[in-house]
């Protein structure tokens, strides 16, 4: 019966693992397999490192720093490695590693197209990652057990089987990712945090921890030099059947919402891992780790196990699914890099110089470079992730995260060197060759001092980081003399280079509609500022500083907290919630008296809302202390209701074109040309028949002109452009009705329709039924970017073509901002009959109107009914959506059943995001 390889060999050392196609030069050919084999990993580490240092300017970065160790770099050791392990395990010819080479790439497009998918808000491209995932795993383990079935029986079989039932879990894992990334899904009350829960067991806990654990059996033995334990096979074959029931009744328990059953699950699995790790217990009591490789897989293991007694705690003891949620925001690191990274730098420290071949000292001298600075990279790594997990300052938190960067970066370092590592002409064996590579490098001495500079550094991680924390200094005037003495042992200034004033500012923010209310508040330089955060949305929030603070994750109806410290500089927030930036939740902290230290704002490209959203008037900051934040002025809603039709039949209107410093957005001012100072400009209201009379003065700073599609006349003379200074008259009579567009004529007609040179003409139709409210609503985009002091710059004008030339807008609105109804609901009544006006302005979106739970009873579009009302106003069918396309417009008659929050929205459901959003605030009927 084939047998563990020798003492001191890995399975993958054994000659019969040796590459076939290089006869007389063994492993030759496996050496350049495995470099190419292993880059990916080391490139998802890499970025890694990279996310690591910038992550604060990165939405999402926690999720995608999970995600990369976990789907990025573990995943694919675990491909490479399991098929190495199976090569050397069951003694067969080694066949062709196409098929495998084609598996990783499948992986890798897939994980990268799972991962930009989630965080580009595609969901289809994340779906198409997560299936070539799944499948790459699924052909993995096919193709383990076409091995498993042509091999003579190992005394390791066991460990295949767990690569078996790994691989035959990670395809369920990978569909529950793809359903967490389903629009929406934040808010599909707790069956999201159910999902995510499921998705955790089988990847995490099923994907890994089996492969892992399976390994372990073989691979830590001889990463010890000493002999695997004659129980060792058949305990791990005992444990795996406890580890799978753990995973099938903890994912079980989950998307049944049955939390006592996920408790039970993570404490069999727990039961699973402390059984099979009583055979490793053993090899450690008769072999003290000493070097890299094993210090790190025991710690791993240390972690894995104190994470499962942790998760189950939670799941037995949360009240609900949403606390479960956020604890496991704080428990996901413990698992991603307390465990799977500690395993996976472990094993690649020792797997490598093997892998990479070379001879005896080659491999040694590999082995030794990978050893560097053992213990200080162990106690650095292992402390900076308990520092990070502790109820510590945030400005501990970000030094541990620090030291934590620096020893992952050394190890990818490390493996640089090894990797380009050749040998060298002073390479002498100094071991029988096939031995394997003796791995004591320093001694015991050296290795302790190692681990105490470790130990020096978090400590002066921690006594800096406390010392720079903000909450040390005074917090009231005359602060006291404890607050004083720590202040003067940091020096004169505070962390932020700015004299301290003893004063905390203290303001109040409401999280709601997908924006912060306020999310502009203004503190003197040198104050304390402490945020309170009231969540008003139905789906969970945070808020993150540019300078590293960060609230935490506030779940709906729950209130938080954030301490941003001595203000010294203005800084810009966010929620890092996965699109939840993107959707416009910025935030800016403006210091007055102190130079900025960031950039303006990002610009709030849209909001979405969902059904049945509670909807917060704006909270109004207070304070505490002698210092009182000012708020940026509110943004006065463009008035949606429509104007009565003037007396008599001719109208008179004078519209003058300005350029006018318009905010168009959260923080975004842009100087757009307009009609009578707003954009759009002033709706006209009037009959079939009526005459219009229309005065244009140009006041502006550049030729303009003006077109009424509520007229048919010769163009030449009305629609002519004037320069500044010059006035025309334009006279039209209304013979149709609609909802009819006017516009700048000027070329290039695109730029001034999208800087604000349009308006609505509503001519009423004559046999259209009574109602007893009517809106206005004009669809425009917005494409930031023309100056906003003093006349457009040229530049600015060339970016804004540009973007209008590429159809990418910066934000899609309804009367000219966006999501200004949803912080300003448009009122009515149930039972009320509504007739809502919608008009496309382009320049070149088309648009869906839709309102969320309700139904049309009228649909009238460009000169007809689609959907026309029954006798005496009585509904004859429904509608769900009014399609237009740029220029065209229409009504919509609609009735709201009951009292509620009406959410309406362009159905492009991107351009919703982007802006094109809004609420009914319909009361009670009378």
Same mark, same amino acid.
């Given at each position: 019966m084939p047998t563990l390889p020798p003492k001191g060999q890995t399975p993958g050392n054994?000659?019969?693992?040796?590459?076939?196609?290089?006869?007389? &030069?063994?492993?030759? !050919?496996?050496?350049?397999?495995?470099? /190419?084999?292993?880059?990916?990993?080391?490139?998802?580490?890499?970025?890694?490192?990279?996310?690591?240092?910038?992550?604060?300017?990165?939405?999402?970065?926690?999720?995608?720093?999970t995600h990369l160790a976990l789907l990025g770099a573990a995943t694919n050791a675990i491909m490479v490695y399991s098929w190495h392990f199976a090569e050397a395990l069951l003694r067969l010819p080694v066949p062709s590693?196409?098929?495998?080479?084609?598996?990783?790439?499948?992986?890798?497009?897939?994980?990268a197209a799972a991962m930009g998918g989630v965080l580009g808000q595609a969901w289809l491209a994340a779906v198409a990652g997560a299936a070539a995932v799944g499948a790459a795993a699924g052909w993995h383990g096919i193709a383990l057990l076409l091995r498993v079935r042509r091999a003579l029986p190992s005394r390791f079989a066991s460990t295949l089987r767990y690569y078996l039932a790994a691989c035959a879990l990670l395809p369920f894992g990978a569909a529950a990712g793809a359903l967490l990334a389903l629009p929406?899904?934040?808010?599909?009350?707790?069956?999201?945090?159910?999902?995510?829960?499921?998705?955790?067991?089988?990847n995490v806990l099923g994907w890994v921890g089996l492969s892992v654990l399976g390994t372990l059996v073989t691979l830590f033995p001889t990463m010890l030099r000493t002999r695997a334990h004659d129980a060792a096979e058949p305990t791990s074959r005992r444990a795996l059947w406890a580890l799978l029931a753990g995973v099938g009744l903890a994912a079980v328990g989950a998307l049944a919402g049955l939390r006592p059953l996920a408790a039970v699950g993570v404490l069999v699995y727990l039961g699973g891992v402390v059984v099979s790790a009583v055979p490793l217990a053993r090899a450690v009591r008769s072999k003290p780790p000493v070097t890299f490789a094993t210090l790190s897989a025991l710690a791993s293991l240390l972690w894995l196990i104190g994470a499962l007694g942790r998760l189950a705690?939670?799941?037995?003891?949360?009240? $609900?699914?949403?606390?479960?949620?956020?604890?496991?925001? $704080?428990?996901?690191?413990a698992l991603a890099a307390g465990f799977a990274a500690q395993v996976l730098l472990g094993a690649l420290s020792y797997l490598l110089p093997v892998v990479f071949g070379g001879g005896p000292s080659v491999v040694r001298r590999r082995t030794d470079m990978l050893d560097a600075a053992a213990w200080l990279r162990v106690v650095l790594a292992n402390g900076a992730l308990a520092l990070y997990l502790l109820p510590v300052p945030s400005t501990v938190r970000v030094a541990a995260a620090v030291a934590g960067l620096v020893a992952l970066a050394a190890f990818i370092w490390l493996a640089a060197r090894a990797w380009f590592s050749r040998p060298r002409p002073e390479d002498q064996p100094r071991h029988p060759a096939g031995s394997g590579p003796i791995?004591?490098?320093?001694s015991v001495r050296s290795r302790l001092g190692s681990g105490a500079v470790g130990l020096a550094v978090l400590l002066a991680a921690v006594v800096s980081g406390v010392a720079a924390d903000p909450s040390v200094l005074p917090v009231a005037a005359g602060g006291s003399p404890v607050a004083a003495t720590a202040a003067g042992a940091v020096g004169a200034k505070g962390g932020s280079g700015v004299v301290p004033t003893g004063h905390t500012t203290t303001v109040e923010v409401a999280m709601s509609g997908m924006r912060f209310v306020p999310d502009t508040v203004t503190v003197p330089a040198g104050d304390r500022l402490v945020i309170e955060l009231a969540n008003k949305d139905q789906?969970?929030?945070?808020?993150?500083?540019?300078t590293g603070q960060d609230s935490g994750r506030i779940y709906p109806g729950k209130d938080g907290q954030l301490d941003a410290g001595v203000m010294g500089a203005s800084v810009d927030g966010w929620c890092s919630v996965v699109g939840h930036k993107q959707m416009g939740m910025v935030f800016r902290v403006n210091v007055s008296g102190a130079q900025s230290s960031a950039g303006p704002s990002t610009p709030q490209a849209g909001a979405m809302d969902m059904p049945g959203m509670q909807h917060a008037a704006p909270a109004s900051p207070g304070a505490t202390g002698s210092s009182a934040p000012s708020a940026a002025a509110p943004h006065a809603p463009y008035p949606a209701d429509l104007p009565p039709v003037p007396a008599g039949t001719t109208h008179k209107v004078t519209l003058t074109v300005r350029d006018t410093v318009t905010e168009v957005a959260p923080g975004v001012e842009q100087t757009l040309w307009t009609y009578n100072g707003t954009a759009p400009g002033p709706v006209l209201h009037g009959r079939v028949g009526d005459t219009f009379e229309v005065t244009l003065v140009n006041d502006a700073s550049a030729g303009h002109s003006i077109d009424f599609h509520a007229g048919a006349l010769a163009p030449d003379g009305p629609m002519r452009t004037i320069d500044p200074g010059q006035q025309l008259t334009y006279t039209f009579t209304a013979t149709q009705p609609g909802i009819w567009m006017y516009?700048?004529?000027?070329?290039?007609?695109?730029?001034?329709?999208?800087?604000?040179?349009?308006?609505?003409?509503?001519?009423?139709?004559?046999?259209?039924?009574?109602?007893?409210?009517?809106?206005?609503?004009?669809?425009?985009?917005?494409?930031?970017?023309?100056?906003?002091? !003093?006349?457009?710059?040229?530049?600015?004008?060339?970016?804004?073509?540009?973007?209008?030339?590429?159809?990418?807008?910066?934000?899609?609105?309804?009367n000219g901002y966006p999501n200004q109804y949803d912080a300003a609901p448009l009122a009515a009544r149930a039972g009320e009959r509504v007739r809502v006006w919608v008009?496309?302005?382009?320049?070149? &979106?088309?648009?869906?109107?839709?309102?969320?739970?309700?139904?049309?009873?009228?649909? /009238?579009?460009?000169?007809?009914?689609?959907?026309?009302?029954?006798?005496?106003?009585?509904?004859?069918?429904?509608?769900?959506?009014?399609?237009?396309?740029?220029?065209q417009g229409g009504f919509v008659d609609l009735t709201f059943p009951a009292a509620g929050h009406y959410p309406f929205v362009s159905h492009y459901m991107v351009d919703a995001e982007r802006g094109a959003h809004g609420v009914f605030d319909v009361a009670a009927a009378k």
């Open positions: 054994s000659a019969a693992a040796k590459d076939p196609n290089g006869p007389g &030069r063994p492993g030759t !050919g496996r050496a350049t397999w495995h470099r /190419w084999a292993n880059a990916p990993t080391l490139v998802w580490l890499l970025a890694i490192a990279v996310l690591s240092g910038i992550h604060r300017g990165i939405p999402a970065s926690g999720w995608l720093l590693r196409r098929a495998l080479a084609a598996r990783l790439v499948l992986l890798n497009v897939g994980a929406g899904m934040d808010d599909a009350g707790d069956l999201h945090p159910r999902l995510l829960l499921a998705h955790e067991s089988v705690w939670l799941c037995a003891t949360a009240p $609900d699914w949403d606390s479960l949620h956020m604890a496991l925001a $704080d428990l996901t690191p791995a004591v490098g320093a789906t969970p929030h945070d808020l993150v500083l540019a516009h700048c004529s000027t070329m290039p007609m695109s730029l001034h329709i999208a800087n604000g040179m349009f308006g609505a003409v509503v001519i009423d139709p004559p046999d259209a039924p009574p109602v007893d409210h009517e809106f206005v609503l004009v669809q425009s985009e917005q494409y930031h970017g023309a100056a906003a002091n !003093g006349v457009p710059g040229i530049a600015g004008l060339d970016a804004v073509s540009a973007k209008i030339a590429a159809g990418t807008p910066d934000a899609v609105v309804f008009l496309d302005a382009g320049p070149g &979106r088309a648009t869906s109107f839709h309102v969320v739970g309700a139904q049309f009873s009228a649909v /009238w579009a460009e000169g007809a009914y689609r959907l026309a009302p029954g006798a005496g106003g009585a509904q004859t069918g429904g509608s769900q959506a009014m399609d237009l396309a740029p220029a």
